[in-house]
């Protein structure tokens, strides 16, 4: 995934430089619950403990037990940053909310604000990644109050990560406007407005910018090589065609079935690959559980007796039959079911696929659609062409659209002040601070959207972790893990692109 441009300072001083991808992290704050309990950086720990819990790495975990609990942290955070944590529920009845809060004091009368609630219905089995936005810049302690239902959950990993410039930037323009609503009220002579006007232009236009990464960041997420390669070799681990014991099945079947039932084998098998050229297509849970039952009574069926007894077969291939029938069903079974525990691992693993991507799409689609109107604000026709401006590669290009917005957005303001338009000028800002305050829900939704991706990568590095080969035959256990061991380098390169540019 490459690295975006630049915003220039160009024109006016409209831009201001900001790298594209996302920068280094810096962390502001973390607690992986490790180590000494006293040098945890939490002054109020209520309904957690530190035994019972499984972690997410490490050793160690917060386990917040059925109902009611809270942490607080013992020091006050000084900057807005990106806050992560990853929790697990104990079954799949259980359900829990978690609502964050911040307040500028550790008191018993503290005012705490609400900053996010997170609500999780029962189903999950797993740890799940959660990302909150805390957008104050200003000293603020974090408290998590944790509601759980039916159940504990265990609670590690958190992490605070220094805010990235586009959320800041967001912060300076709501300033920017309420200090402008104020003077309003407070000061009739306007003139002195035009330089927040101008000011509060460039901000709006320089949003654009954030916008376009956004949309080049949900067009490159899973786009990665190394993601597919991954998935695919995650794939091939659950095609039963890709193992020894499968195929010598099939070819111990094939020996003493007629024709007609050899006929009838291959189209069995045909919906798994071919096994002349060596081709493993994708298996479905409907491919498997369509074939799986079916196979296996077509196995005892070709080593009835009656069957074989009546065929056009050698001596040999009789005795064959007899003396190894009952062993080689045996054989199908279990690793029929062997081979079904993988494919349940790879079908969730699918189906979580479709709905990021779903979810990606519909973020996408909603995103391009708010863009358009976010230019039509500031006085640009919704033209393709226009579009194509803004999502240039060219930062020239790019910039005289932006300098375009800024100057709109300033002149319009302007025009107002001068015309003595108060209402409309106070409608225009409040219109304004709603096209800034609607791309906050977009920047929560990538968040959404990153969380999932960071929740898909544990739980596929799970899924092919050495302990999970599920195969009793050597030979099937080794081809497991050749294709894990590549599945598990394609992974972990396609998660370090991913961290380095959308974390």
């Known amino acids: ?50 035994e019972g819990a499984e972690p997410h790495s490490g050793e160690s975990a917060l386990l917040c037990a059925e109902g009611n609990s809270s942490i607080v942290s013992k020091y006050p955070i000084s900057e ?94 709501q300033k920017i406007i309420g200090g402008i609503l104020d003077k309003l009220k407070q000061d009739k002579n306007y003139d002195v407005q035009s330089e927040s006007f101008r000011t509060l232009g460039k901000n709006y236009a320089a949003q654009l910018e954030s916008q376009r ?41 094939k020996r003493v079935a007629s024709p007609i039932q050899q006929a009838r084998l291959g189209s069995m098998v045909k919906p798994f690959g071919d096994l002349a050229t060596a081709t493993l297509n994708v298996v479905s849970a409907g491919a498997y559980s369509a074939f799986a039952e079916p196979f296996k009574s077509f196995v005892a069926a070709t080593f009835d007796r009656s069957n074989y007894d009546n065929g056009d077969l050698s001596r040999s291939d009789r005795k064959f039959a007899e003396e190894n029938g009952l062993k080689i069903y045996q054989q199908a079974e279990r690793f029929m079911s062997e081979i079904e525990k993988e494919l349940q691992l790879v079908t969730a693993l699918d189906n979580d696929l479709v709905n990021m991507q779903k979810n990606l799409d519909a973020f996408r689609r909603d995103l391009d659609k708010h863009l358009r109107s976010y230019l039509q604000h500031a006085s640009i026709a919704r033209t393709p062409e226009n579009y194509s401006k803004v999502m240039s590669k060219d930062e020239q290009t790019r910039a005289l659209v932006i300098a375009e917005a800024s100057a709109n957005i300033s002149a319009k303001a302007e025009a107002l002040l001068a015309s003595n338009s108060n ?74 692109a991913f961290t380095k540019a959308f974390m």
């Open 1 to 50: 995934m490459r690295t975006t441009a630049v915003i220039s300072m160009l024109l006016l001083g409209v831009l201001t430089t900001v790298n594209a991808s996302a920068k280094e992290n810096e962390l502001v704050f973390a607690s992986d619950f490790e180590g000494n309990r006293l040098s945890q950086p939490w002054s109020w720990i209520m309904g957690c403990q530190f």
């Open 80 to 173: 807005a940053g990106l806050l992560e944590f990853w929790v697990k529920t104990q079954n799949t009845q259980t359900q829990y909310r978690i609502n964050v809060l911040t307040s500028p004091v550790l008191k018993l009368d503290a005012q705490w604000q609400h900053v996010a609630l997170i609500d999780i219905t029962p189903g999950a089995n797993e740890y799940l990644a959660h990302r909150v936005s805390i957008d104050d810049p200003s000293r603020q302690y974090i408290r998590l109050d944790i509601e759980a239902i039916n159940g504990p959950i265990s609670l590690d990993d958190l992490s605070l990560d220094k805010i990235r410039l586009d959320m800041a930037l967001q912060k300076n323009e």
């Open 213 to 253: 990464q956004y949309l080049e960041y949900s067009n490159a997420i899973y786009s990665s090589i190394t993601f597919v390669l991954a998935t695919s070799e995650r794939n091939k681990m659950s095609n039963p065609m890709g193992y020894s014991t499968f195929r010598s099945v099939l070819t111990d079947t």
């Open 423 to 496: 209402a409309e000028l106070v409608q225009y800002m409040i219109k304004t601070t709603e096209k800034i305050d609607e791309f906050q829900e977009f920047k929560e939704r990538f968040n959404q959207i990153t969380s999932a991706m960071l929740t898909f990568y544990d739980k596929f590095e799970r899924s092919i972790a050495a302990e999970q080969n599920p195969f009793t035959d050597p030979s099937d256990r080794a081809v497991w893990e050749q294709h894990a061991k590549s599945a598990r380098n394609y992974i972990r390169q396609s998660k370090e």
